[in-house]
């Protein structure tokens, strides 16, 4: 009914720069909220950022000023450009869209498959 497909992860090196996308497609009627999280290995999976419908923005303190989350209303995307990489930000990454679908009235919670994002010398 909803498909979301991810792309932009990879390898980069310290202080090197990545954009993350997340395309939704399938039978939507409006995206409210929309958000990154990321998983570290042995690790709980984070909120990194989140936008809502009027463009309101929260980030989490380890990635301010350095991360920009960002959305296209018209072709149903979020985007995570992600600048200053360290280490510490080696996670798969994964994309949440609460989406509220044809013939619905209550939003539900929809993930990405995952992108990998590793940040090494």
């Known amino acids: 009914q909803v498909q979301l497909v991810e792309s932009g992860g990879g390898l980069v090196q310290p202080g090197g720069s990545l954009r993350l996308s997340c395309a939704a497609s399938?039978?939507?009627?409006?995206?409210?909220?929309m958000g990154w999280y990321r998983q570290a290995p042995g690790k709980q999976r984070e909120l990194v950022a989140a936008?809502?419908?009027?463009?309101?923005?929260n980030y989490a303190d380890s990635v301010k000023g350095r991360f920009t989350i960002s959305r296209d209303n018209a072709k149903n995307t979020v985007f995570l450009q992600m600048n200053s990489l360290k280490p510490e930000d080696t996670a798969v990454y994964y994309c949440?869209?609460?989406?509220?679908?044809?013939?619905?009235?209550?939003?539900?919670?929809?993930w990405g498959q995952g992108t990998q994002v590793t940040v090494s010398s």
């Open positions: 936008i809502t419908s009027g463009g309101s923005t």
């Open positions: 399938g039978s939507i009627f409006s995206i409210c909220t």
């Open positions: 949440n869209l609460r989406i509220i679908v044809a013939f619905s009235t209550t939003p539900g919670g929809y």
